[in-house]
Structures are given as structure tokens and as C-alpha cells.
């Protein structure tokens, strides 16, 4: 984006009308960009707060439910490390 206010800045005094529509093109060009990640931004933090909410409404209705779940998740992890951090052993053939 500073790349494309620096060119529209460089080329400001240029009196081609080929420069200058390539300039205007490259500002409404970024003009959207900005627009478009601004929207996009938005939408996101919308999406997230529903599925906080969403979330934290199933785990006050089913809180042990959720318990199971993030013990299985647990202990899925803790097997991985474990799996990851232990000496390597041949079980089979030695």
C-alpha cells in the first residue's frame, strides 16, 4: 500500500495522460483493497464473536460433555509429546 502512495505521489507531475491513468487506476486500485480488507476484517470478528458465543451457550448446557472433550484432547496431546519426547526403542527386532 505505502508502495502504491509513494507511485501516486512520484507520478503526480507526470503530464502523460497515459501516466495519469495508470495512476488513477493504481489509486482506486488500493482505495478497494483498503475497503475490501476493512470489510473482510469485520466480518471476521463477527464470526468469531458468534461462534464464542455459540460455544460458551453448549458448554453451559452440557458442561460435561465439554469436560470429556478437552480431556480427550488432552490426552491426545500428552500421548503425542510422549510419543515424540521418548527414546526411540525397537520393540520387534533388536
Aim: glycine content about 8%.
Amino acid at each position: 500500500m505505502s508502495d502504491s502512495a509513494d507511485l501516486h505521489e512520484s507520478t503526480a507531475q507526470a503530464q502523460k495522460p497515459e501516466v495519469q491513468s495508470l495512476r488513477d487506476r493504481v489509486h482506486q486500485t488500493a482505495s478497494s483493497a483498503k475497503s475490501a480488507m476493512s470489510e473482510a476484517g469485520e466480518g471476521m470478528v463477527d464470526a468469531i464473536k458468534t461462534a464464542m458465543v455459540s460455544t460458551d451457550d453448549f458448554v453451559r448446557e452440557n458442561p460435561w460433555i465439554a469436560v470429556g472433550v478437552v480431556a480427550g484432547i488432552a490426552g491426545a496431546v500428552g500421548f503425542l509429546a510422549g510419543l515424540v519426547a521418548a527414546p526411540k526403542k525397537r520393540y520387534f527386532w533388536n
